[in-house]
């Protein structure tokens, strides 16, 4: 009677084992991809931990730095920009050449290899880097992840508007710089196809863009 009581499962582990044997049987896939999981992780957790350190310095410093700037002078604002280049773009330099050193010889970094904090450190380095030869370099390894869930669409975007701005061709997400008008940041002029804007932006995930220019406003103060 009391075995009639037991799970199915419960019977299953009980033949030819002990009542102290976990029960694991009834779905081995799952189990399997799980453990496959823990072990790609352990293996890439130098790499993870390495571009997660370096991701908390970026984004810290300015974190810190914006919450200063935003309601400085004029004066004051050109007086932090200076510190920042001399103090924290050597940061900027020290990462880039350590990213470019994890990245050779490789595809770039995947969600389900690193997670997303690792991989959005990734591309913040990138994204805050002065070598554009470089950037060029990354978008091209995020293509191909592009609409997968191994990569954040936003994260292509705004690599894709940086790299565009700096080429001198038109910005495609509206993501990078933004016109100004009575102290309100404005959708950059440079976009292409500005009717079409909030529907790539949306393909790829981002909020609309009237949302995103209101987070400028939040973020950095008086334009």
């Given at each position: 009677m009391m075995i009639a009581g037991f799970k199915r499962c419960s019977i299953i582990c009980l033949i030819g084992a002990t009542l102290s044997t976990?029960?694991?049987?009834?779905?081995?896939?799952?189990?399997?991809?799980?453990?496959?999981?823990?072990?790609?992780?352990?293996?890439?957790a130098r790499l993870i931990e390495a571009l997660s350190g370096m991701g908390a310095m970026d984004q810290l410093i300015r974190l810190r730095f914006l919450a200063i700037r935003k309601d400085a002078t004029a004066d004051e604002r050109a007086a932090l920009d200076s510190i920042f280049q001399s103090e924290f773009h050597p940061i900027d330099v020290s990462n880039t050449a350590r990213l470019k050193q994890l990245l050779a010889g490789r595809d770039w970094f995947k969600l389900s290899e690193v997670g997303a904090r690792a991989a959005g450190s990734a591309f913040s380095i990138v994204q805050h880097s002065d070598d554009l030869a470089f950037q060029?370099?990354?978008l091209k390894k995020m293509e191909p992840l592009v609409g997968t869930d191994e990569l954040t669409g936003e994260s292509y975007a705004l690599l894709y508007d940086r790299v565009a701005v700096q080429d001198g061709r038109p910005q495609r997400f509206g993501s990078q710089g933004a016109d100004c008008k009575q102290g309100k940041y404005m959708t950059p002029s440079n976009v292409e196809d500005p009717t079409n804007l909030d529907r790539r932006r949306a393909a790829l995930g981002m909020e609309p863009e009237a949302a995103y220019l209101a987070e400028l406003d939040d973020m950095y103060g008086r334009c």
């Open positions: 976990p029960c694991v049987a009834q779905n081995p896939s799952k189990v399997a991809q799980a453990h496959d999981a823990v072990v790609a992780i352990i293996r890439n060029r370099e990354v």
